[in-house]
Structure formats: C-alpha cells, structure tokens
C-alpha cells in the first residue's frame, strides 16, 4: 500500500510515522508513507498557499493552484483509490472505515489549514472527506496521523499474534476487557484469580462478559 500525504507543515507528520509500528511497517515494505510540501508547488515568488477570502472575513483560504498542481502530477504516476481531505465537516472516522481503507492500494491525503481549502478543489479532486471528532485542530496534519494509522496497523503482516488488530476495541463492537500484567498483587491490589487459573476457556468467558460490561457502562451505543 501507497499512502501520499499533501500539507504545508512535513515536519509535523515525521515524527509519527518515525517509530514503533508504522516504522516496522514502512521497514518491512508493507507500506510507503511519502510526505509532499504544498508550498514547493507555489509558482509565486513568495512561495505563498494561501490568500484572502472571496466576500471578505477573517482567515485564509489555501489557494487551488500549488494543490492542483501537486496532485495532478501524482495522478499521472499512479491512480489513487480514495482522495481524502481531512476537514472537521468531513464524515466521522471509525473503525469500519479504516477496516475499508486498508484493502487500497493507493491513497492520497490532503491536510487543510487556515479557513481550509478553496472549494474548488474539493469538487475537482476529493473523493471522501474525513473528521476524526467533533473537536476543531489547527490543522488537518494531526488528524491525517490518526488516520493513517489506523489504516496502517490493519495492512495483513504489520502486526503480529501479540498485537492482533482482532482483538481490537471496536472490531467486535466492543471495548477491550481489562488486562494485568505481573506482579500479582500490587499495593494491596490483586489480579483476578480467574486470569492465573490457566483455565482458557473460563479466561475467554471472563473476558467476554467485562467486554462487554465495559462496553455497556461506556459506550452503550455500540450494543445498539
Ligand atoms: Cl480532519 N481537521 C481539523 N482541522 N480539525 C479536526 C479534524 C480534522 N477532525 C476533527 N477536528
């Protein structure tokens, strides 16, 4: 899988895709993350990507042509399954979605900043818009992080049994039951005794009821 991210800002999506799992991912060649900056596609001579907005108001808007230009040349090397822009109006992320995502070959991510982008090239271009929550950030570069992602940990290979995506919160619907780790007893506090009984089946029954008792304290919409 082939994952372009378009924004103003690199250096802010280097980090997370530098470590840990998404780096293994990269490393293994289950993934390509490239990071492309809109402004070397700005023919002005101040290297602007934004301008005012038409009909007046505060912010700026990011400028069609630098964008355009850009993905107009990436489309002419391959051909891009999804064309996301990360906008807070977009369709709410969740799970079933990166479950879809990650069956692409190619996608393509836009990070908005500023008032956001021309609507111009969300017409021409855009294929899915997507907001990770209903919260406002400063740019979309954080949220196209979050995405990513979650697209990246479900690509077959990049995990491994111990860190199984199927036994995910959300794949089930369902939150995750509770997990301990040694030692046994930590100030006064004991871990289950079920989970040291070495009894798998009454292990798996355990966690299937605080599954879903979890899920029914903190998300009962899910069990809608
Ligand atoms: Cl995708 N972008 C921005 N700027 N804010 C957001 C968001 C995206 N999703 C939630 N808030």
Sequence with gaps: MRIDILTILPQLLEGPFSDSIMKRAQDKGLVEIHLHNIRDYSTNKH??????????????????EPIAALIDKLQG????????YMTPDGELLEQDMSNTLCLQENILILCGHYKGVDERIRQMYITK?????????????LAAAVLTDSIVRLIPGVLNDETSALTDSFQDNLLSPPVYTRPPEFKGMKVPDVLLSGDFKK???WREKEAYQRTKDRRPDLLQ
Aim: hydrophobic share 30%.
């Design 129 to 141: 818009e997507v907001s990770i929550g209903s919260y406002v950030l400063s740019g979309g570069e």
């Design 77 to 84: 090397e391959r051909k891009y399954d999804e064309i996301i």
């Design 47 to 64: 290297k602007n990507v934004d301008d005012y907005q038409y009909g007046g108001g505060a912010g700026m808007v990011m400028s069609c």
């Design 203 to 205: 292990i798996e029954a």
